[in-house]
């Protein structure tokens, strides 16, 4: 059974850094995408940045394109975000997600691709 444990949220200062992690289990597909995705109050989940593990192809929204990144540490079965630059409006519920595929894309950023999700990690950016 595939487990997403999200971790490393918290309240920050605009401007500061911040990474999260998902630490995967259950997970033998050799070909997938993982990816963050965030929910604010009164807003429809977005993905935020994902990466397809065959290559490493990442994807990003535009809104956090140059401020935070995302990798994986396939020893540990961890995926990360690195959250740079933060703004009030990266306030939000973080989630971790994944699903099989044979093949990526930017389709990777779309939540109703998405097949296994995590509970969600809280960042907080304060002004």
């Known amino acids: 059974q595939v487990q997403l444990v999200e971790s490393g949220g918290g309240s920050v200062q605009a401007g500061g850094s911040l990474e999260v992690s998902c630490a995967a289990s259950?997970?033998?597909?050799?070909?997938?995408?993982m990816g963050w995705f965030r929910q604010a109050p009164g807003k429809e989940r977005e993905g935020v940045a994902a990466?397809?593990?065959?290559?490493?192809?990442?994807y990003y929204a535009d809104s956090v394109k140059g401020r935070f990144t995302i990798s994986q540490d396939n020893a540990k079965n961890t995926l990360y975000l690195q959250m740079n630059s933060l703004k009030p409006e990266d306030t939000a519920m973080y989630y971790c997600?994944?699903?099989?595929?044979?093949?990526?894309?930017?389709?990777?950023?779309?939540?109703?691709?998405?097949?296994?999700w995590g509970k969600g990690t809280l960042v907080t950016i304060s002004s």
């Open positions: 259950g997970y033998t597909y050799s070909s997938y995408c």
């Open positions: 990466i397809y593990n065959r290559g490493g192809t990442t």
């Open positions: 997600a994944a699903t099989r595929t044979a093949l990526g894309g930017r389709w990777c950023l779309s939540r109703n691709g998405m097949a296994y």
